[in-house]
C-alpha cells in the first residue's frame, strides 16, 4: 500500500471543526451589534490561522478553515444563490439520539427567481485558507446541489419561475458549474460536496416524507447524481472531488438511519465523484455489503471514528473494520477520517477541543499503520 499525495488522503477528515470560545464570543458580540464585521473578521482569521496549525502538527494532508465563518454547514452557502431567499417560515429538522430528541430550526427558503451565480461563494474565504496553510492541501467544503431542493421540495420553488421543474435543475445545476469553475480559477484542488441527502434516502421513514409531498421518492436519489454530475462534469483539471453523505449532525444528534443499500448500485458507480466520504461509525450506518458495488478507480473514506461523543476508539477495533471493509473493496481504495464534522453548526458537537485532536491524531496514525 502507497501514500496518496492526491485526494482523498489515506487520513482525512470531512471539514468543520469545534468552534473556540474567543470566536463563539465575538459571534455573539457581532450579532448585538458591539463589534463591527471588521473585527468579527480578524478573531476569524486568528481562529483559522490556529485551526490550520493543528491539522498540519497532527500529520493530515488536507486542512479546512473549520467552516469557522459560518453558522451552519449548508444553509450560509445556499442563501448566497441568486433567486434563492429566506422566508418567515422556520423550517424545523427532528433530530435524535440515546438521550432523547431535538430539532434544528432555520429560515426555510424560497426559490423566488431565476437560480444563478453572481459573487463567487466562499471565495475569500478559500483564498484565504490557501494563503495560510504550508504543508497541507486546501480543502473546501460545500454543500451539494441536491441540499437546495431537499428540505422543501417542489413547493419551495415559484411555479411562476419555473412552471418546468426542469429549468430549475438546469439552472442550479449551471450556476454549481460555474462556482466550480471560478473555484478552479482560485486555485482550489480538493472541493467536497457535502450531502446529507442521498444517506437520508436510504431511510424509509425518509422516503415516505418524501412521498407525501407527492414526489417519486424511489427515483429522487436519481435525480440528484444527475444534477451533481452537470454540476461537476466540466471541473477544472486538477481538482479532485468528493462527496460526504451522512445521517444528520446537530449538536451529536442524528436525524436518519439505515445503510447505504438503496442508493449504492447507483450512487458508487453513476456518481462522478473521485471518493465517498461515509459515515460508518455505529449500527445506524449499515453493514459494509454495499461497497462491493464501489467500482475501481473510486475511493471509499470510512468514517469510523465518532464525531458524536469524546470517547476514543482504539486502533485495533478501527484496524478489524477497516479488513471487514476490505472483503467488499480493495484495501487500496480504502482511507479513513472520522464519520462527520466535528461542528456542522456553529454549536458543535458534545465533546472537548482536546478529544477533537485525539481523534484526529488517531486517524492518521491508525492509517499510517495499515497503509504506511
Given at each position: 500500500m502507497t501514500k496518496r499525495h492526491t485526494p482523498p488522503f489515506r487520513a482525512d477528515h470531512v471539514g468543520s471543526l469545534l468552534r473556540p470560545a474567543p470566536l463563539l464570543k465575538a459571534r455573539e458580540e457581532f450579532k448585538a451589534g458591539r463589534i463591527d464585521a471588521d473585527e468579527l473578521k480578524s478573531v476569524e482569521d486568528s481562529a483559522i490561522i490556529d485551526a490550520i496549525k493543528l491539522q498540519e502538527e497532527i500529520g493530515l494532508q488536507s486542512a479546512t478553515d473549520g467552516e469557522f465563518r459560518r453558522t451552519s454547514w449548508h444553509m450560509d452557502f445556499i442563501y448566497q444563490l441568486g433567486g434563492i431567499a429566506k422566508t418567515d417560515e422556520q423550517l424545523q429538522v427532528a433530530f435524535k439520539n440515546a438521550e432523547g430528541t431535538t430539532s434544528f430550526t432555520s429560515a426555510a427558503l424560497k426559490v423566488n427567481d431565476q437560480v444563478t451565480l453572481t459573487d463567487t461563494i466562499f471565495a475569500d474565504a478559500f483564498t484565504f485558507l490557501k494563503n495560510n496553510v504550508t504543508t497541507a492541501t486546501p480543502k473546501l467544503t460545500i454543500p451539494s446541489p441536491s441540499m437546495v431542493h431537499y428540505r422543501g421540495g417542489a413547493a419551495a420553488i415559484d411555479p411562476a419561475i419555473y412552471p418546468n421543474v426542469d429549468q430549475f435543475w438546469h439552472d442550479l445545476s449551471a450556476a454549481y458549474a460555474e462556482e466550480v469553475r471560478?473555484?478552479?480559477e482560485l486555485g482550489c484542488t480538493y472541493?467536497?460536496?457535502?450531502?446529507?441527502?442521498?444517506?437520508?434516502?436510504?431511510?424509509?421513514?425518509?422516503?415516505q416524507m418524501i412521498a407525501e409531498r407527492g414526489e417519486d421518492a424511489d427515483h429522487q436519489h436519481l435525480r440528484y447524481i444527475k444534477q451533481i454530475n452537470a454540476a461537476i462534469a466540466n471541473r477544472p483539471e486538477g481538482m479532485s472531488i468528493t462527496t460526504h453523505s451522512c445521517r444528520g449532525n446537530f449538536q451529536s444528534y442524528w436525524a436518519a438511519e439505515g445503510g447505504y443499500d438503496f442508493v449504492a448500485e447507483a450512487l458508487f458507480n453513476e456518481l462522478d465523484v473521485d471518493g465517498f466520504f461515509l459515515e460508518y461509525d455505529d449500527a445506524?450506518?449499515?453493514?459494509?455489503?454495499?461497497?462491493?458495488?464501489?467500482?475501481?478507480?473510486?475511493?471509499?473514506?470510512?468514517?469510523?471514528?465518532t464525531t458524536k461523543k469524546g470517547a476514543l476508539e482504539s486502533k485495533d477495533q478501527l484496524k478489524r473494520r477497516i479488513e471487514e471493509a476490505s472483503q467488499f473493496v480493495p484495501l487500496d481504495q480504502i482511507c479513513l477520517s472520522p464519520q462527520c464534522g466535528f461542528s456542522s453548526t456553529v454549536e458543535g458537537n458534545s465533546l472537548t477541543f482536546e478529544e477533537q485532536k485525539a481523534k484526529l491524531r488517531l486517524v492518521v496514525e491508525t492509517a499510517n499503520e495499515v497503509w504506511g
Open positions: 471560478r473555484l478552479g472541493l467536497q460536496l457535502d450531502d446529507t441527502s442521498l444517506a437520508y434516502l436510504n431511510d424509509p421513514a425518509q422516503r445506524r450506518s449499515g453493514g459494509f455489503e454495499p461497497l462491493r458495488f464501489m467500482p475501481k478507480g473510486k475511493m471509499v473514506v470510512l468514517g469510523l471514528v
